[in-house]
């Protein structure tokens, strides 16, 4: 069994797939792993659109900018793209009122599901990028993403083809403080 840290060190945004396709059990062991995620007061905001359809993909890949975003063809060659998103005004709340400085704790639970999907993926031998620079309401549109919900990230889910190096790390004392900021 892979060690937990090694599985976080070894984690890569991919961008390139191979063509194969990803098993339906491999995706049912994915979305697994996000029910397990923590999340505020466990109100589970997440949703997750499975997008396997070529023409869907093509118009969730219309919403990035045409320049600047690297995973532009990962969208459409990946053979599965995850819509990630979350059930607005109940992560935060208590009694319909917003408890935190923060406001709405939906992009927080979110990324903790996004994190135990991506690591999942990767101790399973596939790959992923996350998405976050595209027209949220025109991917939410492709998707038909209901009112009361936010469309916050795409993450392309795939065989890797290419897997790049580790990036530079900043070390534990450079970002921890005793006591004080």
């Not at 990803?22 to 029910?35: C, H, I, M, Q, S």
């Not at 580790?166 to 070390?171: D, I, L, V």
């Amino acid at each position: 069994m892979a060690d937990l840290m090694e599985i976080i060190k070894g984690r890569r945004s991919i961008r390139k797939y191979d063509e194969r396709d990803v098993p339906e059990e491999l995706v049912d062991r994915l979305l697994e792993a996000v029910r397990w995620a923590p999340s505020w007061t466990n109100c589970q905001c997440w949703e997750v659109v499975v997008v396997r359809d070529q023409a869907v993909k093509e118009q969730l890949q219309a919403s990035l900018p045409p320049k600047g975003n690297p995973a532009v063809k990962a969208i459409v060659d990946a053979p599965v793209l995850l819509a990630m998103c979350a059930r607005t005004g109940i992560s935060g709340y208590y009694k319909d009122l917003q408890t935190t400085k923060f406001g709405d704790w939906m992009m927080y639970d979110l990324g903790l599901a996004t994190q135990n999907l991506c690591l999942m993926a990767h101790h399973l031998g596939l790959g992923t990028v996350i998405v976050g620079l595209f027209d949220h309401d025109r991917a939410a549109a492709a998707v038909n993403v209901p009112a009361g919900h936010e469309l916050v990230t795409l993450i392309p889910l795939g065989y890797p083809a290419k897997v790049g190096g580790a990036p530079k790390r900043r070390e534990p004392h450079e970002f921890t403080h005793d006591n004080h900021f």
